[in-house]
């Protein structure tokens, strides 16, 4: 008997370049998707197969931009890894697919939202009691303040100073200068 392990992402080490952004790809469509709760297992399992079809097209366009030539010069075609490298990248497209292209807004619960907002200590204890109080005149307004500015009635517009300077303007051919004769 075949005994099969596996490692998924905990085989890939995480201290690459390439396995961080992979692992970025993947927390990206999750977030994306509305979070890791609202994911179902099918799901979850089409966002390691993208994260992983990534992982490869990115390993191959990597190598295909390292080879001095991507056309094999004898038979005057491209190099047969371009086969492969589109079926990946079509897998990867029709992953994304299913998956939606769409961000999914994350259901905000408002009555646990408006609870962890605002502490019981600062509810007042009676409604009618503060709109009675904002009812009430601030007896300790200073009316020299009010007193102080003036009405509309006492301020003087200001006179609008405009001058417009009209002055002949001397019309020239290009590249000449103007001649005191013209």
Same mark, same amino acid.
């Given at each position: 008997?075949?005994?099969?392990?596996?490692?998924?992402?905990?085989?890939?080490?995480?201290?690459?370049?390439?396995?961080?952004?992979?692992?970025?790809?993947?927390?990206?469509?999750?977030?994306?998707?509305?979070?890791?709760?609202?994911?179902?297992?099918?799901?979850?399992?089409?966002?390691?197969?993208?994260?992983?079809?990534?992982?490869?097209?990115?390993?191959?366009?990597?190598?295909?931009? +390292?080879?001095?030539?991507?056309?094999?010069?004898?038979?005057?075609?491209?190099?047969?890894?371009?086969? @492969?490298? @589109?079926?990946?990248?079509?897998?990867?497209?029709?992953?994304?697919?299913?998956?939606?292209?769409?961000?999914?807004?994350?259901?905000?619960?408002?009555?646990?939202?408006?609870?962890?907002?605002?502490?019981?200590?600062?509810?007042?204890?009676?409604?009618?009691?503060?709109?009675?109080?904002?009812? @009430?005149?601030?007896?300790?307004?200073?009316?020299?303040?009010?007193?102080? +500015?003036?009405?509309?009635?006492?301020?003087?517009?200001?006179?609008?100073?405009?001058?417009?300077?009209?002055?002949?303007?001397?019309?020239? +051919?290009?590249?000449?200068?103007?001649?005191?004769?013209?």
């Amino acid at each position: 008997m075949v005994r099969i392990k596996l490692a998924g992402f905990s085989a890939i080490d995480r201290r690459t370049a390439a396995a961080r952004a992979t692992l970025a790809f993947k927390h990206e469509l999750i977030a994306a998707l509305g979070g890791e709760a609202d994911l179902s297992p099918q799901r979850r399992k089409l966002i390691d197969m993208a994260a992983r079809a990534s992982l490869l097209l990115d390993h191959i366009d990597a190598w295909l931009f +390292q080879q001095r030539s991507l056309v094999n010069a004898r038979a005057k075609t491209l190099l047969p890894v371009f086969v @492969q490298r @589109q079926a990946i990248a079509d897998h990867l497209t029709r992953l994304l697919d299913k998956l939606g292209l769409d961000r999914v807004v994350k259901p905000i619960d408002l009555a646990s939202y408006y609870a962890d907002a605002k502490p019981v200590d600062a509810q007042p204890a009676d409604p009618l009691e503060t709109v009675e109080a904002a009812r @009430q005149p601030d007896v300790d307004a200073d009316k020299s303040d009010i007193e102080a +500015q003036p009405d509309a009635d006492d301020l003087e517009p200001e006179p609008v100073v405009s001058e417009v300077v009209r002055q002949p303007v001397r019309r020239t +051919q290009v590249g000449k200068e103007p001649t005191s004769n013209e």
